[in-house]
Every structure is written in structure tokens, then in C-alpha cells.
């Protein structure tokens, strides 16, 4: 017999099967309603949420508008883009702080909040008198939006005007320039105005490299912006400076010059032209005195330019070393004589003119040469031209329209034409580097990046050539005050009679001193320059052997050390001491 086994609920009576399938939709319809219930709560809550949130984030922004002047002005907008320029920090070549951004608070108004302006103006010169004047009261009387009442407060002031309640009277932070070093490196850095914009030296640069077009787009905010480096050493800047003024004091002259520069690179590690100003108040710069000469005043530099004519002779093939030329007797050309200022009366060398320099002997090779020649080199090292540098502070030099004989031989000793100091010295560059012309820059360069623009202008001998009478001028003639023990220092003196009137003056010079060091293997050049020595003590000379030569040695003993250039092993160690 078969057994048919099932669960008990297959044999429930039809009725209680029916009981229970109800229960069980009936749970599942309770179920299914109960979680639909939860999830709409939910969704109201992250709704409610929602709403919350950005109901705080619109009142949050009424108060904060609510607070602000009518930033729909166009003259809000402008004040909103002077806060926002913020500028990059510039470093010197070893991070040193050259010029940064610090926060200064300013005052303004809103003329249409103003209650009473004749009150305003009477409690607002309570505190800051020049702010009592009829022009304050008639900005804060106007319908504007927006004024600026005074820049740059200092937090005392700022807390006593807070304190007056003064409707319609508000402050706003933005960005001051601050110059650590002051006057140090004034006419290299330049200095900004009050809305924090660029308008002379590298400061002014910089602009132009596109930090102005990044204020305009919005994009310079308050950080973020990476600093600007130079080639410039903080610290033999601040020497050059200290030994210029010092020199000023010492021969009683008007202004000074020194510039040092790199001679594989092009880079210049110091400028200093004295008088100068202070940074952190630009408007001292425009002070006639003050003017940058270093690059935009030109001058006729005297004796400094024999060695350019001199170099172009040899390179041309013209003259030699041992070519001998007639000083014994003044040089006539038409109506003019040239004479020697120290002369000799009699043949000299080609090292003996450099040495001795003389006149006579330098026109003589520049006839040999041909005055067209001589022209030719002059343009190659950048003479007839506006020297192409960073600062936008640059003088065009002077050139004389017709290049006749007369014109040649007086240019052959720098008479008749005018250029920069700097386009001096970076002409010399070229003269102890091999022969190669770098032009000057102001920002950091390597030797490769130098070599790539580079224009050769004589050969690699005549640069030989000259870096040997550099020496010997240093050894034998009037650089000698120069001759730091230790040290092959070269150079190349110039004493100009300036230009007084249109007429050359009997008793006031120009006196400077062109230096390269080591002669063997020239690292840097260094030009000094003296606006108008006086003799230093009664009897004393005003040549430039008198005065520049030794504070160019002066300089040159402080920076070498600090330049990384090793004293000659065989130097005595009593030497080194007396020349520090």
C-alpha cells in the first residue's frame, strides 16, 4: 500500500487556507505603504534641508552686500581691481627679499550715505587735517558711489576715525609695495604708485611681461603669484653703493656709478647710480639730481673709449702691438690740433699710447684705420644705437651726424660722442671675454643661454691683445691706484672734460675707470664713474688717476672676496690683510 506523505498545510481546510493568503497580502500591503511613508520622509527632510541651506547662504550674502558700498559702481569696480594687484616678491640672485607685499588699509566713502558732508569733513580733519580742504567736501556732497578719501593709513589713524561713527566712511585693505633695502638697489628695482602698478625700473618691467594683463583678467590675486628673481647680489650691491657715496664725500663730486657685470653671461650683479632714492617712495626719483645715469644719462666718457678704437685697429689688421706711432708733435687735421694732456714728445708704441694715453697716437691709428672702419666697429659695439636692456629707463646715445676725419679721431678718444655707462661696459665685455658681445640683462642667464645671442665683434686674439694692455695699464700707468695685491686687475681710465653751455669746461671732468678681473681669465668688468671730482687734499690732481682709479680699487677689494675669486697663491698673507 502506497503511503502519500505533505506538510500539514496541505491538508488545511479550504476556508483557513483563504484566512491566511488574505493575511498575508494584507501584511505586504502594510509593509509595502509603511517604507513608502519612510522614504517620502526622507525626501522631505533633504528637501527641507535644501532650502535651509541656501536660505542662509542668501541672507548670508544680503548682510555681506548689505555691508559693502554699491559695488555696481564702475568706480567700486576700479577700486576692487587696485586691491586685487597684487605683485610677485623680486629676489635677489640668493633669495634675498629685494621687494614684497605687505596689507595697508585705506579710507573711503560713499557720497549718497554721507548725512551732513560739511560734518563729515570737519570730524575727518579732526583726525587727518589735509582732509579738511573744500575738494574732500565736495566729494563726500557729490552723488558718487564710491571714493577713495586717503591711502595707505597707519592703524592708529584708522582706529580714530573708526571711532568718530562717521556715516558712510569705510576702510578697505589692499596691497602696499615695501622695499627692505630702501635706496640699495632704487634705480635698478624703480617702485610702484599707489594702486600698486609698476612705473619705473624693473617694477615697470615686470608689468610689461604680463603681470598687468593678468590684474586685468583677474587672475593676480593676493597669492599665488611666483616671485621674480634677478642676477643682482643684494650684498655687493650694498657695497658698490656704500664705496660710491663714499667716494662722492671723499672728492667732493656730484654723483657716481658703478656697475658690475658678468662677462660670460651678461648679467648684471650690481648698478648703482648716487644720488638715488628711496623705493618705498618713488616720487623722490623724479628729483632732477636723482636720475638714473647709470643707464639713462649718456655721457662723453673720454679716454675709456682709446680701448675700442685701439682693438678695432688691431682687429682690422691696421696697427700691432709694436707698431709705433708720432706723438712728438700735436696732431693738425684742417684747423684743428690735437695735443696730449701728459705727453711724451715722442714716438710711442701701441702700449705706450694705451698706457700713457694719448691723443696724438690714438688719432693717428684711427687714420691709419680709416675713420669708416673705426664707425663700422662702433656700431658693433652698440655704440649707435639704444642700448637693448630690461630697464625702461635707457638714453639713446649722441652720435655725431657726419663721421669726417676731424669726427673720427676726436670720437677716437671719446670726444663728440655720448653714451650710457652701461653701453660702455658692455661693450668691454667683449673685449676680455674672447670677443664676443653679450647684451647686459638684469634677470639671471647662463653661459649657454649667453652663447646662443652672443654677436662676435673682435677676434679672440685681439681680445688677448687688449686683456694685455689692460694689465699693463694697471702695472704702469694710470691704473695703478687700482692694483689690488692679489689680484690681476686691467682697466682703462677715461678724464673728459664735460660739456658746459655747448662748451667744453676747463675745470670740471668726467672721470672714469673701466676694470676686468682676473686678467688671465676675466670674470667681471667694472666701471666706476665720477661727475665732476674735486681734489681730494690741496695740490691734488682731478685726472682720474686722483680719484676713480682708487675708489674703483676700493670697490674692487671689497666685492672680489665676495665675487668668489681666489687671491694668487703666492701672495703674501700681509698683503691680502693691508688690501682688505
Not at 191 to 216: C, P, R, S
Not at 419 to 433: C, E, G, I, R, Y
Not at 472 to 493: C, F, I
Request: with cysteine; charged share 20%.
Amino acid at each position: 500500500m502506497t503511503t502519500i506523505s505533505a506538510s500539514p498545510q496541505f491538508f488545511q481546510p479550504p476556508q483557513r487556507r483563504r484566512r491566511s493568503a488574505i493575511g498575508g497580502v494584507l501584511r505586504g500591503l502594510i509593509w509595502t505603504r509603511a517604507a513608502s511613508a519612510a522614504a517620502a520622509r526622507s525626501r522631505v527632510t533633504v528637501v527641507m534641508l535644501g532650502f535651509m541651506l541656501l536660505f542662509c547662504v542668501f541672507v548670508g550674502r544680503l548682510v555681506y552686500f548689505g555691508a559693502l558700498p554699491e559695488h555696481g559702481s564702475a568706480a567700486w569696480r576700479s577700486a576692487q581691481d587696485s586691491i586685487a594687484a597684487a605683485r610677485p616678491d623680486i629676489l635677489d640672485r640668493n633669495g634675498d627679499i629685494l621687494a614684497t607685499d605687505i596689507r595697508s588699509v585705506s579710507l573711503f566713502a560713499e557720497p549718497r550715505k554721507v548725512l551732513d558732508a560739511d560734518e563729515a569733513t570737519e570730524l575727518l580733519a579732526s583726525v587727518l587735517p589735509e582732509l579738511g580742504d573744500s575738494a574732500t567736501r565736495a566729494k563726500l556732497a557729490s552723488n558718487a558711489g564710491f571714493v577713495w578719501l586717503k591711502r595707505e593709513l597707519s592703524p592708529a589713524k584708522q582706529q580714530q576715525i573708526h571711532d568718530l561713527g562717521i556715516p558712510g566712511i569705510g576702510f578697505l585693505q589692499e596691497n602696499k609695495r615695501f622695499y627692505p633695502g630702501g635706496n640699495v638697489a632704487a634705480h635698478v628695482l624703480g617702485g610702484v604708485n599707489v594702486d600698486n602698478q609698476g612705473i619705473a625700473g624693473l617694477e615697470k618691467t615686470i608689468d610689461g611681461q604680463g603681470l598687468a594683463d593678468l590684474h586685468a583678467l583677474g587672475f593676480a590675486q593676493n597669492e599665488g603669484l611666483a616671485p621674480v628673481k634677478l642676477a643682482l647680489d643684494l650684498k655687493i650691491q650694498h657695497a658698490v653703493r656704500d664705496e660710491l657715496i663714499q667716494g662722492i664725500q671723499r672728492y667732493h663730486a656730484q654723483a657716481a656709478v658703478g656697475i658690475v657685470l658678468n662677462v660670460r653671461t651678461g648679467e648684471v650683479v650690481a648698478m648703482s647710480s648716487v644720488p638715488d632714492f628711496d623705493s618705498n617712495d618713488p616720487t623722490e626719483g623724479l628729483e632732477k639730481d636723482k636720475i638714473n645715469r647709470a643707464t639713462a644719462g649718456v655721457f662723453e666718457l673720454g679716454s675709456v673709449f682709446k680701448m675700442f678704437t685701439i682693438a678695432a685697429a688691431l682687429d682690422t689688421g691696421a696697427t700691432t702691438l709694436s707698431s709705433v706711432y708720432d706723438a712728438s708733435v700735436p696732431l693738425r687735421i684742417g684747423r684743428f690740433t690735437i695735443h696730449d694732456f701728459h705727453g711724451k714728445h715722442r714716438p710711442l708704441t701701441v702700449p705706450e699710447v694705451f698706457i700713457y694715453s694719448s691723443n696724438i697716437g690714438t688719432g693717428r691709428m684711427t687714420l691709419a684705420m680709416g675713420g669708416w672702419r673705426q664707425f663700422e666697429y662702433f656700431k658693433r659695439f652698440g655704440f649707435t644705437h639704444k642700448l637693448q636692456t630690461d630697464l625702461p629707463e635707457v638714453g639713446a646715445p649722441i652720435v655725431p651726424r657726419q663721421w669726417k676725419d676731424i669726427t673720427a679721431v676726436t670720437a677716437s678718444f671719446g670726444h663728440g660722442i655720448s653714451v650710457s655707462p652701461m653701453q660702455a661696459a658692455a661693450a668691454a665685455v667683449a673685449l676680455v671675454n674672447g670677443g664676443i658681445y653679450i647684451p647686459p640683462t638684469f634677470f639671471p642667464r647662463t653661459a649657454e643661454e649667453a652663447a646662443k645671442i652672443g654677436t662676435r665683434v673682435v677676434s679672440a686674439r685681439t681680445s688677448a691683445e687688449m686683456r694685455y694692455l689692460f694689465r699693463l695699464n694697471v702695472e704702469k700707468g694710470s691704473g695703478r691706484k687700482a692694483n689690488v695685491p692679489g689680484y690681476d686687475v686691467g682697466g682703462k681710465t677715461g678724464t673728459a672734460e664735460k660739456v658746459i653751455h655747448g662748451r667744453y669746461s676747463k675745470d670740471q671732468n668726467l672721470n672714469s675707470f673701466l676694470a676686468a678681473v682676473p686678467m688671465d681669465n676675466p670674470q667681471y668688468v667694472i666701471l666706476t664713474v665720477l661727475d665732476d671730482p674735486r681734489p681730494e687734499t690741496p695740490g691734488a690732481g682731478r685726472s682720474s688717476g686722483a680719484n676713480v682709479v682708487p675708489l674703483a680699487g676700493n670697490i674692487l677689494r671689497r666685492i672680489l672676496p665676495m665675487l668668489g675669486i681666489q687671491p694668487k697663491p703666492d701672495t703674501p698673507a700681509e698683503s691680502l690683510l693691508a688690501a682688505n
